[in-house]
């Protein structure tokens, strides 16, 4: 077994323990809002790390983690979110190298921080594109932010010709141009399993993004943070 490493990024007595939420994991833990965070959560996932023999020279422990950064790091696990990088290493077997294959099998248990918001959380992020359907955001990590035309406030109108939406207030035309600072509030997700296409599937059709989130600007103080900073 391997001993936990001393330095963690976050500290243990902030999580809190979480409800069982899928096969992927055991359990897991929602972080403290206190840490500034509460949009992520850590998740529990068991499952075979093999270590290449270019790994050796490294530490077991380092070459452990390295590859579950490598292999989950940026990637959507369905109904838990976006994987962002390893919280700490729980256990881990004794190696077993695999016939014919040089590599070391080691099984493994650890945490990940994870991105998953919470319905009605309110988060910061970037105008990134508009269309007449609505407004695309992102964060500095994650592009997958919608938010639909019915969720804009009252008044607000889209400009085919600047390409972004404007909100009429009273006299005032306010614009969500792009890159702009915004305030939102998580509405809804979407899932989607990015499996391989089928037979009756066209192999040219798009894929759907397997993680994104429904958002909302229409309430008071959401939208444009300069409009509201100060007032």
């Avoid at 909100?167 to 809804?188: A, G, K, P």
């Avoid at 600007?217 to 939208?223: D, P, Q, S």
Wanted: some cysteine.
């Amino acid at each position: 077994m391997i001993e936990r490493r001393k330095e963690l990024p976050l500290e243990r007595q902030t999580v809190t323990n979480f409800p069982v939420h899928s096969s992927h994991e055991d359990s897991y833990w929602r972080i403290s809002p206190a840490l500034g965070v509460p949009m992520f959560i850590l998740t529990k996932i068991a499952d075979l790390v093999q270590i290449a023999p270019e790994d050796f020279s490294k530490r077991s422990i380092d070459a452990i983690e390295d590859n579950i950064n490598a292999k989950y790091s940026n990637k959507v696990i369905q109904k838990i979110g976006l994987c962002i990088c390893l919280y700490d290493l729980q256990w881990a077997s004794e190696g077993l190298i695999g016939h014919g294959t040089g590599l070391v099998n080691v099984n493994t248990e650890f945490r990940m921080v994870v991105f998953r918001p919470f319905k009605g959380e309110v988060m910061i992020g970037r105008i990134r594109s508009s269309t007449p359907a609505g407004i695309n955001l992102r964060t500095d990590f994650f592009d997958d932010i919608f938010v639909p035309f019915e969720e804009l406030p009252e008044g607000a109108e889209y400009n085919h010709s600047e390409q972004l939406w404007i909100w009429n207030l009273d006299e005032d035309r306010l614009f969500y141009d792009n890159h702009e600072m915004v305030r939102f509030q998580v509405i809804d997700e979407e899932w989607h399993d990015q499996a391989p296409a089928g037979p009756t599937q066209a192999e040219d059709s798009p894929l759907k993004t397997p993680y994104r989130i429904k958002a909302s600007m229409a309430a008071e103080g959401l939208g444009v943070c300069l409009w509201w900073d100060g007032a």
